[in-house]
């Protein structure tokens, strides 16, 4: 894998990766030295909710050797949303430029970081997209596929909200998309986070463009994919637009 010299990334900027964790024991170690061999002058916290698996302190072993990696610990499984909703806060104070977010089970493949990254160069909000030409998710079976497409489909028609992939977990954000974004919608847990947050950003009259990535099944570990976090977004969609705050 090739890394990039730091000061194509983008500039001389600086570029925060946020991994939120979860039982990611198995994924956690590879998964970090891959994103920080891609980004050599990155900086990357991880959020981990007492993840019975002791992915917490595998976190603090491996930020003990790297400065460039610091721990957030939380008490216990407080969703995606709120695990970003923090770390957003916490970045603009420390002066990010970008915040880069990413699961950390391998599905977002860290060798897209340095497009995602270029491409942020000339917009507000990256949006890594399986759903515009040259993304994709080959390992998804097709009611998976169906509901994400359902939630899309949803979130372009109901909110009005032009992109593709609205509910992507992988994307960058600039600071000025991170200052625009308020989070009196911070419970959510999941998609209904990744829509609300690109939503804001579009509202807001910020550029957001979608780069192609392709999306493959995590490697190891359990994924907290539910049909509780599927119903959220999709409620929330709804609530979303009885608020009357569509265009
Ligand atoms: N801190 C924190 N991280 C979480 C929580 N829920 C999920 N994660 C992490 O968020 C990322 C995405 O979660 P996944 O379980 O992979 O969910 P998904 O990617 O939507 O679903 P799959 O495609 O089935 O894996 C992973 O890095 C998880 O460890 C949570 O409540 N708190
Ligand atoms: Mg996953």
């Not at 507000?124 to 994400?148: K, M, N």
Request: net charge positive; glycine share 8%; hydrophobic share 45%.
């Amino acid at each position: 894998m090739a890394a990039i010299a730091a000061d194509s990334v983008p500039g001389t900027k600086r570029v925060l990766i946020v991994l939120p964790t979860y039982n990611e024991r198995e994924n956690l170690e590879i998964m970090v030295a891959r994103v920080l061999g891609v980004l050599p002058a990155a900086h990357l916290w991880i959020v981990d909710d007492n993840s019975p698996d002791g992915t917490g302190e595998l976190a603090e072993t491996i930020a003990a050797r790297n400065e460039r990696v610091r721990v957030f610990h939380r008490p216990g499984k407080l969703g995606l949303g709120t695990a970003y909703a923090e770390s957003f806060g916490r970045a603009l104070a420390a002066g990010y430029d970008y915040v880069v977010e990413m699961d950390a089970d391998f599905s977002h493949d860290p060798a897209a970081l340095p497009e995602l990254l270029a491409a942020a160069q000339h917009t507000d909000l990256v949006l890594g997209s399986r759903y515009v030409p040259g993304g994709s998710t080959p390992d998804w079976s097709l009611s998976r596929r169906c509901i994400s497409r359902i939630g899309n489909v949803m979130a372009r028609t109901v909110l009005r909200l032009p992109v593709q992939d609205a509910t992507t977990g992988y994307r960058v954000f600039n600071a000025r998309a991170l200052q625009t974004l308020r989070f009196d919608e911070s419970s959510l847990r999941g998609y209904g986070f990744q829509i609300e947050t690109a939503y804001q950003c579009h509202r807001a009259g910020l550029k957001v463009l979608e780069h192609p990535i392709t999306f493959v099944d995590r490697r190891v570990g359990q994924s907290k994919m539910s049909r509780a976090i599927v119903l959220e977004a999709l409620m929330y969609i709804v609530r979303r637009r009885l608020r009357g705050t569509v265009a």
